[in-house]
């Protein structure tokens, strides 16, 4: 099976039966050349990611009768030809050679001819490359000039950032690396380090920048005890436990699986005492008996800030879905007071800019719970890294 053909089937399985895209990759990428791992991946992220505007290359040339599957070669070839700059005649033979008979060659060898230059698409949800309603619903939500950099963050390949374990080692440790040094924290590198050994030894791990950021809200100081609510895959915890023991940490996550990956990292990272729990977080309010100095509630919400990174949520979260993650998030939020001490700091979190789950959300919670004060609130746009929403709460008495 070639590397085409293997995207083909990850396009199909994402976009049309909501698979993830990432883990069909990371089995489906095993049977292929490094090299061809990268194209493979280029191909499929690209296609998810300029999908909308892809469509619209041969939309007026297609009916009801055009099979998905032929659409999304189309979308390929397209991608290809108008992104990745290929030769048309490469194009051409390639894709005509994924059709399954003599009607689908012909039918995609004929639009293929005809459309040989690119066509901006009439829609703005098109151009944005959004499904109309996401689309129409951050129009609503904020200002055309914050729209307009939450699109081109969408649209732009995301970096790959690592965060250093000060533990393990330190900058003049990886040299050899060619790293580009962010912060005393944060770096990059012009190589693909998640295989390294020094990864695997735990000297570093991967962190979009903008989360890396988030711990520092919450104030820690040696001695406090936190509460990481929802805190799979962990990073915002191990940022945490630079600055408190260990043993004064609590990470829980609904997902036992997710639970046992925390705490594997963990070990791999020398965090050791830990305490792990498997709960439903609206539940940790009756199962302990400890009361916090920090709590970290990182909830479950639409993803729409990282989009960017992970282009086929787009196609996996739906408008009905973000009425049931809006009851979920307030339950979570007043499922935390009791385990808050006074003058305890609450972090609320989201990876998404949907305002219904961020400040509509904290302004309920301070409307029935008078005696907590927002300290801070933001939505971090920054098309460096993933955009997100935090609220710093602190409990008065």
């Known amino acids: 099976m070639n590397q085409r053909q293997i995207a083909l089937n990850i396009l199909y ?72 700059k290929e030769k048309d005649y490469v194009v051409n033979n390639e894709y005509v050679e994924l059709c399954s008979d003599k009607y689908e060659r012909s039918f995609v060898n004929a639009i293929l001819r005809r459309n040989t230059t690119f066509r901006e698409p009439e829609k703005e949800a098109a151009r944005a490359n959004l499904p109309e309603w996401i689309y129409g619903l951050l129009k609503s939500q904020y200002s055309e000039e914050e729209l307009k950099q939450i699109i081109e963050t969408y649209q732009s390949i995301p970096s790959i950032y690592y965060r250093l374990n000060r533990n393990r080692c330190g900058y003049e440790d990886l040299k050899k690396y060619e790293i580009e040094r962010i912060n005393d924290e944060i770096f990059t590198s012009k190589k693909n380090l998640l295989h390294s050994p020094e990864m695997k030894q735990g ?72 305490h792990y729990l498997n709960e439903d977080g609206r539940k940790l309010k009756d199962v302990l008996d400890v009361r916090f100095d920090r709590i970290l509630l990182d909830a479950p919400c639409s993803g729409l800030g990282v989009i960017g990174r992970k282009p086929d949520l787009k ?83």
């Open 13 to 84: 399985r994402t976009i049309r039966e909501e698979s993830y895209s990432n883990l069909l990759m990371r089995r489906q990428l095993e049977q292929l050349e490094p090299i061809q791992r990268a194209f493979t991946t280029n191909l499929v992220n690209g296609v998810l990611r300029k999908y909308e505007t892809l469509n619209a290359q041969f939309q007026d040339q297609a009916d009801k009768n055009t099979s998905f599957r032929l659409r999304i070669i189309l979308c390929m070839a397209f991608y290809e030809r108008f992104f990745l």
């Open 203 to 274: 000297m570093f791990y991967v962190q979009d920048l903008n989360s890396s950021s988030l711990y520092r809200h919450l104030d820690l100081e040696k001695g406090n005890t936190l509460l990481d609510v929802c805190s799979a895959p962990g990073s915002k915890l191990f940022n945490c436990l630079d600055v408190i023991d260990p043993k004064d940490a609590y990470a829980n996550d609904l997902h036992e699986k997710r639970v046992d990956l925390i705490r594997k990292k963990a070990e791999t990272l020398g965090f050791e005492g830990v």
């Open 315 to 397: 196609f996996h979260i739906k408008p009905e879905d973000l009425d049931e993650l809006q009851v979920l998030q307030l339950e979570l939020l007043r499922s935390m007071d009791p385990l808050l001490k006074e003058n305890g700091i609450l972090l609320y979190a989201t990876c998404t800019l949907n305002r219904k789950e961020n400040g509509r959300q904290i302004g309920r919670f301070l409307k029935e719970n008078e005696n907590y004060q927002l300290m801070e609130e933001d939505t971090i746009l920054n098309g460096s890294g993933d955009c997100f929403y935090y609220a710093k709460l602190k409990k008065v008495k």
